[in-house]
């Protein structure tokens, strides 16, 4: 037995106790995410932002608000104009449009979060190097769209699974047909074999959950590692070299790190739990009872992970909180000029340090007037 009829009445019960508040609860926070996905792509396009690193994460925003436009229409639609009852109305179009809204969603949704690896597989190799390495922005975008296409060509299994079927209204709703109604019924139902549901179920696991997970927590040990090392040689060279301070490299490095660990655990706090169930579907369906009933605790994580970067990049970058300020408050609160004096005093810091540390080609870079990564 796979769980005793206690447990099932709990998960049974908490879907339905928090299905009436689900949709209250993810329309706002996904208007809250649409905007700021909205700001931050607005922030990363300009000009003193434009590096190859800021243009992935550009582009982690654009997926994730896609991800946020379909889930606001859904809830909107199945959680507040209606009760959250799956089946309601006679039209075929909402039905499609569940459809259409789990698969725009899944595929948006794991384009971003390999995004995510390929950001920390970029920042590690730039920082395990000795010597400074450049990352051409269009090798970049390449990149971006590779990943996006293969990510589509693996949801295809998960795009031929399901289909919209006609049922007797009666068998789903009895309460509100009786058994000797002819009404039909429309929604969702798995319109293969059970091979291609398993097929799909593996790769949603395996490749669109459990592998970027391991990839972001590698990287990111590896990251922590490498500039452990680099914090170290720094040190050593400080005794040699009394002129050198390295506090504000170091300082940066270390925020970029904690960024990167800070997305980690949310990832798999978020995706983790639900790849291994999807492993456990595909081994034996009766899972898919569990998976069913936490639906709505899954979108709201999900949700909640696709705006996070924004919180972590108001609270942990100066130069993007200036660039927020400039963009949403009018001038006649806030004069640009100051805030643009302030960048430039923060530009001018930055190349002073890096001037006083121009002999030590080990931890120093050439002070320039190019965009910095956040």
């Not at 039905?95 to 949704?109: E, M, V």
């Not at 097929?199 to 590698?218: R, T, W, Y």
């Not at 960024?259 to 899972?287: H, N, R, S, W, Y």
């Amino acid at each position: 037995m796979m769980f005793s009829n206690t447990n099932r009445s709990l998960l049974v019960q908490f879907s339905e106790d928090y299905a009436q508040i689900h949709g209250r609860i993810v329309f706002p926070l996904t208007i809250f995410g649409i905007l700021t996905s909205v700001v931050t792509i607005i922030i990363l396009n300009r000009k003193n932002f434009q590096t190859p690193t800021n243009l992935i994460l550009q582009h982690v925003a654009f997926f994730d608000t896609i991800v946020l436009i379909s889930f606001n229409i859904y809830s909107f639609y199945f959680y507040i104009l209606h009760d959250p009852n799956p089946f309601v109305g006679q039209s075929q179009f909402w039905p499609r449009f569940a459809i259409f809204h789990s698969n725009i969603g899944l595929a948006a949704h794991s384009i971003a979060l390999w995004l995510t690896c390929l950001l920390a597989i970029i920042r590690y190799t730039i920082i395990s190097k000795t010597q400074q390495v450049s990352v051409n922005s269009t090798y970049v975008m390449i990149l971006i769209w590779l990943v996006a296409l293969v990510m589509c060509l693996l949801m295809i299994p998960n795009y031929l699974v399901w289909s919209v079927v006609s049922v007797p209204a009666h068998s789903l709703l009895p309460k509100s047909y009786s058994s000797n109604s002819t009404e039909t019924v429309y929604w969702v139902s798995s319109a293969t074999g059970q091979s291609l549901e398993k097929i799909s179920f593996g790769i949603l696991a395996i490749c669109l959950k459990i592998s970027p997970v391991i990839i972001l927590i590698i990287f990111s040990i590896l990251l922590i590692l490498s500039i452990r090392h680099a914090r170290q040689i720094r040190e050593r060279l400080r005794h040699n070299y009394s002129s050198i301070n390295s506090s504000s490299n170091i300082k940066n490095e270390m925020r970029t790190t904690t960024m990167l660990v800070l997305i980690t655990l949310c990832t798999v706090f978020v995706e983790l739990p639900q790849g291994l169930l999807l492993v456990a579907i595909g081994i034996d369906k009766k899972f898919f009872i569990i998976y069913s009933h936490l639906g709505d605790f899954w979108d709201l994580t999900s949700i909640s992970s696709s705006f996070i970067t924004f919180v972590m990049y108001c609270s942990m970058s100066q130069q993007f909180r200036l660039e927020m300020i400039s963009l949403l408050l009018p001038s006649v609160c806030i004069k640009k000029s100051n805030l643009e004096s302030r960048q430039n005093s923060l530009v001018k810091k930055k190349n002073l340090k890096q001037n006083k540390k121009q002999n030590c080609s080990l931890i120093i870079k050439k002070a320039t007037n190019i965009p910095e990564d956040l």
